[in-house]
């Protein structure tokens, strides 16, 4: 059993078959973690005990039969989302020792499953960032090229499945948190539909906007974790009554008379040349398969970066001002009140959180409102009307995920704009509310490159049925970095 190269599916059924344990799993992947996380520092807390506690019940659950296709299954989970019992950092000094008094919706649901919780990884602070170097902890390093970044705010979770240390995991994507890294990575990621999965219990960044999404190798994996953690839920008043699909039963192979749409503004002005081609191959492929594939046109793109730039800091600087060192996080003792407040969030939050919330609150303040956050939403719904418009002309929408391959660390940390430019072709369907998959497609420069595939809402069966059906054509899926074990005294 080569545990870095089996997929969730697989896995199950050797466990099924008992030609694994769910013990045997958790200790190939925490022998992987002790390998290689020094290297790649995806975690930010791994809990061994814990995790082998929960493969012995999963053991126990499959020894009476009634496992479910998560039971003992290896995980990684975001540190923006709260487990009982553990610290939930959000990458933050604010958080540092915060420890979780109850579980998110989303972990309920995974260890109802009887999956195994490996431990938390790593993220930009308060899920704020595309490279996972805003993280006030570590910096999470691409498997492919250590010089180079994950991806982010989910890096952590993205590099942990590319690395081989877990099956799959769970991230969030408020703007491509999921699928930005997912592709830098070279692994599978998907973005439900906002409302799709529950956010009780994780830590908000933009509320209109967050969502809990898988990571995993392949499409049917995501389509099993989907599965597990989706549904409504009386915690959460934004999440969707939509009844929960059998996402891997409709995983045919088949993509025959299916119309695919590919919006010409999604091939933007500095894309490089290595990443159009392995996505423009690939839509081919799609193509091959007995895909119609149709040009369209989604014409309030280019507003997406700045609409989302006023929308997202100012739901952020709401949701933030929790954070003032009175109820909960750190506390910095100053001569007053006010005083205490300011010291504890200059020193709490890093620079690019305290950047955002300037933003945000620049734009919700009076006088200023009506001219940027109202706007903003405005020309939001133009963009959601574009998706409406087009959807009724094709079934899915196929693009790439990000106009660039993963960078080296640092080289954007200056400026701040070349960074949020990494989101500018996953930052329209986030807007939107629409469930976007983003799959492994080829390499560029020795580095993966993704393929995003983008859907109606509440049809992530249609996408993860697209996905599917290019992976069990290709074998970009297939294709692991070669990392070699770093002593954990090697600095």
Known sequence: MDFQKLTIAEAHTLLQAREASAVELTEAALERIVAVDNAVKAFLDIDDEGALEMARAADERIAHGNARPLTGIPLA???????????????????????????AMAITKLKADNAVLLGKT?????????????????????????????GGSSGGSAAAVAAGEALGSLGTDTGGSVRQPAALCGVTGLKPTYGRVSRYGLVAFASSLDQIGPFARTARDCALLLEAIAGADINDSTAAREPVSNYAAMLDGNVKGLRVGVPQEYFVEGMEPGVEAAVRAAIET?????????????PHTSYALPVYYIVAPAEASANLARFNGVRYGLHVEGENVIDEMELTRGQGFGAE??????????????????AYYKRAQQVRTLIRRDFQQVFAQVDVLAAAVSPTIAFEIGAKTDDPLAMYLSD???LPASLAGVPGLAVPCGFSAGMPVGLQLIGRPFD????????????????????????????????
Request: hydrophobic letters at 40%.
């Open 286 to 298: 799609l193509r091959d398969l007995g895909a119609e594939i149709v040009e369209v046109s989604l």
């Open 460 to 491: 992530e069966g249609t996408i993860l049925r697209v996905g599917d059906a290019y992976q069990q054509a290709t074998d970009w899926h297939l294709r692991r970095p070669e990392l070699a074990a770093v002593p954990a005294d090697d600095e």
């Open 424 to 426: 500018v072709l996953t």
């Open 122 to 150: 790593n993220m930009d602070e308060f899920a704020m960032g595309s490279s996972t170097e805003n993280s006030a902890f570590v910096m999470t390093r691409n498997p492919w090229d250590v010089a180079r970044v994950p």
């Open 353 to 370: 959180v305290r950047r955002r919330i300037m933003l945000g609150t620049y734009a919700l303040s009076a006088g200023y409102y009506d």
């Open 77 to 103: 989970i975001k540190d923006v989302l709260c487990m009982r019992g553990t610290t939930t950092t959000c990458g933050s000094h604010m958080l540092e020792e915060w420890v979780a008094p109850y579980d």
